[in-house]
DNA sequence: TTCGACACATACGT
DNA sequence: GACGTATGTGTCGA
């Protein structure tokens, strides 16, 4: 049976083409790190320690190589899912309270500055495992070519749980504005049907939930048609690839002395390092049945 | 060798 | 089941 994957697992990697719309594309990806925490998260009315806890999965675009390294294309999609929860909050107690943390003043000053947090965000930022230095993400509407490319947004964000790989695969390319409506439930926090519902208003809300950019706020930040920038290095030396790692950051959004909004990293979880294979054809048709890797002159 | 652009093919959603 | 889409990947040429 673990043979068997193996074999299964090898033929997927080294020679099969894949089906451009085959739902086979939808698999989940390496597990994240544990939260790792910044910045510090207090809750305004008792001046707790709050424990953030985040949450992420790759549901597309990774594989498992014959070594157990988690392999990637350049050309192809990925998607990632995340969200984040307070320990011991229930999203009640979340809406109902106020959140600070501290900003890290400059070098040169001492200390920490008691900042208040407007509001929460998630976003997703790709590292050179390396060096930690930053890689550019870009996504891709489903037009791809014919539509604009932007950096992937960051998402405004409620405490929210995690779907399942089913649910993800089963929210992409939806036009039913039926099944689109039902997704949005999943996926996003409508704040004015809450105020409707509370019978509240933004005038009489004085929670972290007034704070928010809009309405529509994400309980879980989904990032589809990712890719790594076209104009990344694959290749640490002519032999060598590089490893690139994924992280997911919980950010506090806050307004500084000029009511500038800006952001402070609270915590962040991050993949192992993962292989990012370029265009060349040598990573794709190939036909080596053994762990061998290529790279001596072909045909 | 690598990249942008365009092309082809094929499973999915409606 | 037909039709339009979305997307992996083949290819050309700078």
């Known amino acids: 049976m673990l043979a068997q994957a193996n074999e299964a697992d090898l033929l997927e990697a080294t020679s099969r083409k894949v089906a451009p719309r085959s739902s086979d594309l939808f698999k989940v990806g390496p ?96 590292k050179c495992s390396d060096d930690d230095v930053s890689i550019s993400l870009i996504q891709h509407t489903p037009k791809r070519d014919k539509g604009p490319q932007f950096p992937p947004p960051i998402y405004p964000a409620v405490p929210g749980n995690l779907p399942d790989h089913s649910t993800v695969r089963a929210s992409c390319n939806k036009r039913n504005n039926g099944k689109i409506e039902n997704m949005n439930k999943i996926f996003y926090f409508d704040r004015a049907e809450y105020y409707h519902n509370a019978n509240l208003n933004a005038l009489k809300d004085n929670s972290v939930l007034k704070n928010y950019p809009s309405d529509s706020i994400a309980r879980v930040a989904r990032f589809e048609r990712i890719q790594f920038s076209s104009s990344i ?47 060349s054809p040598s990573n794709y048709h190939k036909d080596r049945t053994s762990g061998y890797r290529p790279h001596g002159p072909g045909h």
């Open 31 to 126: 597990q994240f790190s544990e939260t790792r925490h910044h910045q510090d998260i207090y809750c305004k009315s008792n001046d707790m320690d709050v424990n953030p806890i985040l949450g992420a999965r790759i549901d597309r675009g990774f594989e498992m190589g014959e070594t157990g390294t988690w392999i990637g294309y350049k050309r192809n999609y990925f998607t990632l899912v995340s969200s984040f929860t307070f320990e011991n909050f229930d999203f009640e107690r979340f809406l109902h309270n106020k959140f600070y943390t501290y900003e890290k003043l400059s070098r040169s000053s001492v200390g920490e500055n008691k900042v208040e947090i407007s509001y929460f965000a998630i976003r997703l930022v790709a």
């Open 233 to 279: 290095r694959i290749k640490s030396t002519s032999v060598n690839s590089r490893y690139f790692t994924l992280h997911v950051e919980l950010l506090g959004i806050i307004e500084d002395e000029d009511s500038q909004i800006q952001p402070i990293l609270l915590s962040s979880i991050e993949t192992p390092p993962l292989i990012v294979r370029g265009r």
